[in-house]
């Protein structure tokens, strides 16, 4: 597992050295990952807590252009916690997802973020927005965030990180 952390770790890296480094073309990848549901440790992924829970992905994607062309795809993004009793196996009460772009390494932030989109009582969304690129986004990694009683919270489902 860590090992796998460390490649996609490192291929996020060289994906932000290739964007800082050339200017892509508008319809260009600038990132194109799996998506993985956010793990038990609590990671911060620029600024933005991991989730309450625990949950599992089915499966996931993310591409995102140079343009700011941001598709992302869900299936199957419920809670995988027993703790939850009979709302295991559903996303319980986030009825809704934003995807966001954060850059930035180690000093990771934000940059962006769509607006919600429902999240399916199955776990399936998708995505597809136009973000507002900073110049340079050094390590770029997409996260899913939840929207919960209203409110944009913590990450579900991020790219590498």
Request: net charge neutral; charged share 15%; aromatic share 4%.
């Amino acid at each position: 597992m860590a090992h796998a952390l460390v490649r996609t770790g490192l291929a996020a890296l060289l994906a932000g050295f290739a964007m800082a480094a050339h200017p892509a073309r508008a319809d260009q990848p600038v990132l194109r990952a799996s998506l993985v549901a956010c793990p038990s440790d609590k990671t911060v992924i620029g600024g933005v807590n991991a989730c309450g829970k625990v949950w599992a992905l089915g499966s996931g994607q993310a591409d995102l252009s140079a343009d700011g062309t941001l598709r992302v795809t869900l299936h199957g993004l419920v809670l995988n916690d027993a703790s939850v009793g009979n709302a295991n196996g559903t996303p319980d009460g986030v009825d809704a997802v934003a995807a966001a772009l954060v850059c930035g390494g180690s000093a990771a932030a934000v940059a962006a973020q769509a607006e919600p989109v429902a999240l399916s009582p199955k776990g399936d969304a998708q995505v597809e927005a136009r973000l507002t690129m900073p110049r340079h986004c050094f390590a770029p990694v997409v996260i899913v965030r939840e929207r919960y009683q209203g409110k944009i919270g913590g990450w579900l489902a991020a790219t590498g990180f």
